[in-house]
């Protein structure tokens, strides 16, 4: 039986966490193979993340430049968005979006602060300022 295109890589050149793939051969039946991400994995991989850096540095330049509060910076480099942020945190929706603005944020008590430091696994300080 002849298998079909499905590369199966056993390098570790092309990666460094092993996945499971299904191989067909010409019969109909199934084979179980371990290998490591193949070189398209990788590029999609890198893009992607390449992405979610693109997106932290413009979160942070929003920050500095005094247009967003520190939850909206530590929320993307938390990969979360409003309403997983919302969830994580326990605070509503609608009062997570509101403090997004610097202004609303600078008000915020210690008890809400402290939440959106649980959230993001970081001291109050640490929410106070962006790296």
């Known amino acids: 039986m002849e298998e079909s295109q499905n590369p199966v890589y056993k390098n570790k050149d092309y990666g460094k966490y092993r996945e499971m793939l299904y191989s067909s051969y010409t019969g109909g039946k199934f084979?179980?193979?371990?290998?490591?991400?193949?070189?398209?994995d990788r590029v999609i991989l890198e893009q992607a993340w390449d992405l979610f850096k693109e997106r932290i540095e413009d979160a942070r330049q929003r920050v500095l430049a005094g247009k967003a509060s520190p939850v909206v910076f530590y929320m993307e480099k938390n990969l979360l968005d409003p309403l997983g942020l919302s969830m994580v945190a326990g605070i509503s929706l609608l009062r997570v979006k509101w403090h997004f603005r610097p202004n609303a944020f600078k008000r915020l008590s210690n008890n809400t602060l402290g939440k959106y430091a649980k959230a993001f696994n970081i001291s109050i300080e640490q929410l106070k300022k962006v790296e």
Do not use: L, P, Q, S
């Open 31 to 40: 084979e179980k193979a371990v290998g490591f991400h193949g070189e398209a």
